[in-house]
Structure formats: structure tokens, C-alpha cells
């Protein structure tokens, strides 16, 4: 066995750090930012919710479609490489564009939103694939694996709660200066710099050490028979999205629940700012961790967590203490979660080669957006739909809303979520068998065929 590459684990990793930045804003805060800073009416702040909502829905095809087209790319510099790029510099114009003031309302500012929304869905689809389908590419190895997605993932975290914990006070100062719009733009502007650099760090950095054997070309009828025939990669997929979706519904309604149920905007920032730790230390911890625990064992432990986390969440009083208590039980389980079905994922990959007989690695990982994506445009329209129905969009002040509309509130935040995480938990513990081991047999099982020809 080679020695792991060590480069590969920390310029692979970096490059998540803006690029989270970047979806943490649109998939968390574009929302508010319409409501709240645009003040957009309810039917307009509707209208474009549903057709964020349907955009996602395109995504289903469009994603699956990018994940042949980077499967069947051969060039000179490399398989993933050119579509991180190109896909980066598209998602970075059309970001500043989604937080830019169309200066209109009603249906023109609909179809301004509908339109650079899926253009920037389609962008972040050219670079998130290649992105994530680059991970099996590294390494076969399973513990090099968590190493290399433990690391990916803090850094992640890192800026997934640089934009939570610094979206209040940033938007605050540099509205001092060029008033709220503005500076809501100006913060866009400085969030997809941050990301264009992290990807020249990977795509300078990151070398492919070249694992397979030259593959066949996938054709567009067998894009979906890659992902159907793969029961191990469907039932991941489906308790990956319902975790997810609960996950981004709770996040999304933060800044919101701080304004109205809370009633301290400013404490929405070392809330973020301590969850955010909270995830870091759970992936420094994991493969550690994982030594001693199996998958589905860390995976239970996690669930419980997290459902625990939410029941404290409920019915606590409103006193910072006992809410922060909630948020780490939140956040330090979904992080080991989300780590796990990445490792759950990239799995998958060994195994679809070995049943099928072809290795479809970006394939198999453009089911990981999609995920991420309807979770976020579910969140968006769960939402949408709740501010307009209790009466948050309307309100001008938190005096304005009413116990019956925080109450709404809550149950869209913390008990639905909780309904479809448990959901998805028992998904994943009826249908899924691919464990450590079973991986590990079919790995070996690839190099007595002559269809893996490094670690």
C-alpha cells in the first residue's frame, strides 16, 4: 500500500471552504434577504419560492446528465478539473446577480429571480459534481477516505459558520455605509472571491493518482440504470435526503427565529458561531471515533442526538443557555451524519463497480447535490409558505406576530424535521448492508479482477 498523499487530503479540503460560503448564503439566507431586505410582497416572495422549488426539481435530470458528461471527459488537464473551474467562475457571477436589486416587484421580479436562480442551479451543478466525484478518485482506502472527507468537511464548517455567524454584524456594518441593499451585494461580492481562491488552491494543488482501469464511455440511456441498479447507493440516497431536509428546514429558519421567537437579532451570531465549533470538533472527532464504532453505530448515536436535540429545543423555555444546550445536540449530530453518508456514498462507488461492472463515480455523486439541492429548495418553500402563513413576512416588528404564528413557527422548524430525520434513520437501517467489511471483500475482490491498480 502506498503512503497516503497528504497534500491531496489538505488542497482537496480547502476548497470547500468558500464554495460552502457561497451555498450557505443562497440555499439559508436568500430567502430573508428577499422578505426582509427587498421587503418583497407574499405573492411575490411566493412566486419565486416555487420556482426555486422547481428549478431543484430540474436538477434531478440536469445533475445526472453532468454526472455522465464528467464520467465520459478525458482531457489534458485531467477528468474533473476543467468543469470545477468553468462551474466556479459561472457560479460566482450569477450569485453576486441573485443578491443583486432587480428594482422592480410583482412578476418582473419573479422572472429576474427565476431566471439567474437556475442559471446559478445549472453553474453550481458544473462544479459541484466534479468537485465531490474527485473524492473516490483520491483513494480506495477507508480510513484515508474519512481523513480526507473529515477534513473537507471542517473546512466546510469553517465556512458554512463564517457566513452564519458573520451575516448580522457584516450586512449591519456595511449598511452604516451603503445601506441595506447594498450591502447585502457587497457581501455576495466578497463571499465568491473567497470561493474562486479555495478552488485554485484544489485545482493547483489536488493530484489524481490515477486508481482504475480505462472505463467505457457512459451513454445517456444507462445513466439511470447506474443509479437503479445500485440498491446500496438508492437506499443512502433516499435516508440522506430525508435527513437532509430536515436538517436545512431547522438551519434556514435561524435568523428568523432569533428576530421573532428570541427577540434578540444580534444573538443569532455567537449561536452560529458556537454550532459552528460544535461541527468542527464532531468531524475532528470522527476518525477517531470511528476506530472504535462502526458506521451504523456511530449513525445511531448521531440520530439520537439530534432527535434529543430537538425535543430540548421544543419545549424549552426561550433562555439562551438551554437553546445553545439544543444547538449542540443539533449540530454535533448532523455532523457526524453528514460525514457518514459521505463515507455511505463514496462507498457506493466500489459497489456499483462491482455489480455493474463499470465504475461511475461521478454518476454515483451527482446524487449528493441533489440531495443537498431539493433539501435546500424544500427548506426554501417550507419557509416561504410559514412566513407568509404566520404572519412573519407581514410583520414589521416581533410585537407584530402572534404566539399562534411563532407556534407555527416551531412546528415547521423542529417538529417536522424531526419527524423526517427519524424517517430517514429507519430507511437506512431496513435496506442498507454495505458495512466496513462487506466494502472492504469487494474491494479486494476488484484488484483479483485487474479493476483497481492502486490504494
Aim: proline share 4%; charged share 15%; hydrophobic share 55%.
Amino acid at each position: 500500500m502506498t503512503q497516503p498523499d497528504v497534500r491531496n487530503r489538505w488542497t482537496f479540503g480547502l476548497g470547500t471552504l468558500g464554495r460552502d460560503m457561497v451555498y450557505t448564503l443562497v440555499s439559508l439566507y436568500l430567502t430573508f434577504f428577499l422578505s426582509d431586505v427587498l421587503d418583497l410582497d407574499d405573492e411575490t416572495l411566493l412566486g419565486i419560492s416555487w420556482i426555486v422549488l422547481a428549478a431543484r426539481l430540474v436538477d434531478v435530470v440536469t445533475d445526472l446528465l453532468m454526472g455522465a458528461v464528467v464520467d465520459n471527459t478525458r482531457s489534458r488537464w485531467g477528468q474533473f478539473k476543467p468543469w470545477i473551474a468553468g462551474g466556479a467562475v459561472a457560479s460566482a457571477v450569477m450569485t453576486v446577480l441573485l443578491f443583486t436589486d432587480p428594482g422592480s416587484s410583482g412578476w418582473g421580479a419573479v422572472a429576474w429571480f427565476g431566471v439567474v436562480y437556475l442559471l446559478w442551479s445549472l453553474a453550481w451543478t458544473a462544479n459541484d459534481i466534479p468537485y465531490w466525484s474527485l473524492l473516490p478518485a483520491l483513494t480506495v482506502v477507508a480510513r484515508e477516505r474519512e481523513r480526507i472527507g473529515a477534513i473537507a468537511k471542517v473546512v466546510a464548517t469553517v465556512g458554512v459558520f463564517c457566513v452564519v455567524g458573520g451575516i448580522v454584524p457584516l450586512t449591519g456594518a456595511l449598511a452604516a455605509v451603503t445601506g441595506p441593499v447594498s450591502a447585502w451585494w457587497w457581501l455576495a461580492v466578497g463571499i465568491v472571491v473567497v470561493m474562486l481562491a479555495g478552488q485554485c488552491v484544489t485545482l493547483v494543488g489536488v493530484r489524481e493518482p490515477g486508481l482504475v482501469t480505462p472505463q467505457p464511455r457512459t451513454t445517456l440511456r444507462e445513466v439511470g440504470a447506474v443509479v437503479l441498479r445500485n440498491d446500496q447507493l438508492l437506499a443512502v440516497v433516499v435516508a440522506s435526503a430525508l435527513f437532509m431536509v430536515g436538517c436545512i428546514i431547522t438551519t434556514s429558519f435561524g435568523l428568523y427565529f432569533f428576530k421573532y421567537a428570541y427577540r434578540d437579532e444580534a444573538m443569532y451570531t455567537p449561536f452560529g458561531i458556537t454550532l459552528g465549533v460544535a461541527q468542527v470538533l464532531g468531524y475532528l472527532l470522527f476518525p477517531l471515533v470511528s476506530r472504535r464504532l462502526s458506521r451504523r453505530a456511530g449513525y445511531s448515536v448521531a440520530v439520537g442526538c439530534v432527535l434529543v436535540g430537538y425535543l430540548v429545543m421544543f419545549v424549552a423555555p426561550m433562555q439562551l443557555p438551554v437553546i445553545v444546550v439544543a444547538g449542540l445536540l443539533l449540530y454535533g449530530g448532523q455532523a457526524w451524519v453528514t460525514l457518514i453518508m459521505l463515507m455511505l456514498i463514496t462507498d457506493t462507488v466500489e459497489y456499483g463497480q462491482w455489480k455493474l461492472g463499470r465504475r461511475n463515480q461521478a454518476v454515483t455523486f451527482a446524487l449528493q447535490p441533489i440531495i443537498n439541492k431539493i433539501g435546500g429548495a424544500v427548506a426554501n418553500q417550507v419557509v416561504a409558505v410559514t412566513v407568509v402563513v404566520s404572519g412573519i413576512n407581514a410583520a414589521r416588528t416581533p410585537d407584530d406576530v402572534t404566539a399562534e404564528g411563532l407556534l407555527i413557527m416551531k412546528v415547521a422548524m423542529m417538529v417536522v424535521p424531526a419527524v423526517l430525520i427519524a424517517l430517514g434513520y429507519l430507511v437506512y437501517l431496513r435496506f442498507h448492508r454495505l458495512d466496513e467489511a462487506r466494502h472492504a471483500q469487494i474491494v479486494a475482490e476488484l484488484r483479483e479482477r485487474g479493476e483497481l491498480v492502486g490504494d
